[in-house]
């Protein structure tokens, strides 16, 4: 499906052209085109085992796939996962754990530390030197300067989830991919999580969200694509998503069965 929704105003961060993931003889992605622009944010939702994570991990390197993956116009999909981080591309895992024995800020220098023998060498010989301004810049982004002496117990769901997100965005990042990054979240932390989102997306990164909270991503998402089945099925603004019949299929099984439905069966079937 062509991405003919795309505001063209927008600097586009991420392009992915046909990109298609085959496990065997399933496809778990088909033919994905999608577009994220500089300081937008975008939904990527569909049902459980529609494909998402997939193809988070098939445009960050991690699992192998087809088609192009560019950023900024630089063509990545040959690349491994470090030299796409290099470029600018992050994400975050469903299993985000933070280190529960390290500070907020050391958990983010452990985000950047380097890789590779050279890397180690350096280290024995110069010791580790985290990047302070990198680090403080990423706290500043989601709004925990003043937690960065903290441990990770000491802190709040939510507030965990943004040391999560300021783990992604410490260094370059210009485009930020986050996988249910709201999971566990009440209705006021996710609210106060979307507001962080959008103040990250207004400094100009790109932001792909994943998430089963419907309330924060039809809040914060400026477009969405929804996927059933590995393949895109619609994609839009959020009013225009909820209207479509292909998703309310999706979702509740047939417009019959979403037309009996209760307001929030949106939330509980995602």
Known sequence: MSDTTFATTAQRLLETRGLSVRYGGVSANTDIDLAVGAGEIVGLIGPNGAGKTTFVDAVTGFTKSSG??????SQLEKSSPHRRRRAGMARTWQAGELFTDLTVAQNLAVAVQSVGLRAMFSDIVNGSKPP???IDR????VGLTDVADRRPGELTLGQQKLVGVARALVGDTRLVLLDEPAA???THESKEFGTELRRIANTGIGVLLIDHDMSLVLDVCDRLYVLDFGKVIAQGPPAQILDDPAVV???LGSPEVEAAAPQNDWEEQA
């Open 138 to 141: 990423a706290l500043t982004l």
């Open 184 to 186: 566990g979240l009440d």
């Open 132 to 134: 302070a301004d990198a």
């Open 249 to 251: 299929a999706a979702y």
């Open 68 to 73: 192009s993956v560019s950023l900024a116009g």
